[in-house]
């Protein structure tokens, strides 16, 4: 069975930083682009992040540029996140999703359980 | 980059009813477009990608059409277990844009 589990969210002050991660299980890890999406409390779907298999090629969205860094470790199986600079705005739950196939051009899935971030003072 | 528009926000319809969603990309996406449904408090589920192809384990009364800008869900017969938001999805490049969502109720 396919298994993504995220952890590392917790409440954070403003100016601070975070490194999430997402733990794989049950598919060949390197053979698939992984990304981050998040979604603020009551909020729709935001794609925040994509890193490519063998990690060459990353993309953010322009809201977390600069300070976010996507990254993996195929060995262990595990994909993370190292947010910098944390805004209030930046409250959410985060989820990682496997994309669905092998191309790199795939829809999302699965999706993991999500971790809280919470930026306040 | 392109934007996903959907429309329309949220609909209130009767158990059995056929309910339409509508996704616009504002460039052209070919058919690189996915539908998620997100039900209160759970985790988006794929329920279509490649714009009509119907993922494993997904009720056939779900369907999905369109090519370029202008996309379709269709449930066919909604039932009670549809309550859910559905978002359209484009995959054609990065950013992989989300629409905002369609917030779908029983009348």
């Known amino acids: 069975e396919v298994q993504l589990v995220e952890s590392g969210g917790v409440v954070v002050q403003p100016g601070g930083s975070l490194r999430l991660s997402c733990a794989a299980s049950g598919f060949i890890f390197d053979d698939y682009t992984m990304h981050w999406v998040r979604q603020a409390p009551g909020k729709g779907l935001e794609w925040i992040s994509l890193i490519s298999w063998d990690g060459d090629n990353t993309y953010y969205a322009d809201s977390v540029k600069g300070r976010f860094t996507i990254s993996r470790d195929n060995s262990k199986n595990s994909l993370y996140l190292q947010m910098n600079s944390l805004r209030t705005e930046d409250t959410a739950l985060y989820y990682c999703a496997k994309e669905s196939s092998t191309t790199g051009w795939g829809a999302f899935d699965p999706w993991g359980q999500g971790t809280l971030v919470t930026v306040s003072s | 980059d392109i934007q996903m528009t959907q429309s329309p926000s949220s609909l209130s319809a009767s158990v059995g009813d056929r309910v339409t969603i509508t996704c616009r990309a504002s460039?052209?996406?070919?058919?690189?477009l996915a539908w998620y449904q997100q039900k209160p408090g759970k985790v988006p589920k794929l329920l279509i990608y490649?714009?009509?192809t119907l993922q494993s384990g997904v009720p056939s009364r779900f369907s999905g059409s369109g090519s370029g800008t202008d996309f379709t869900l269709t449930i066919s017969s909604l039932q009670p277990e549809d309550v859910a938001t559905y978002y359209c999805?484009?995959?054609?490049?990065?950013?992989?844009?989300f629409g905002q969502g369609t917030k779908v109720e029983i009348k």
């Open positions: 460039q052209g996406i070919s058919n690189y």
């Open positions: 490649a714009a009509s």
């Open positions: 999805q484009k995959y054609s490049s990065a950013p992989r844009t």
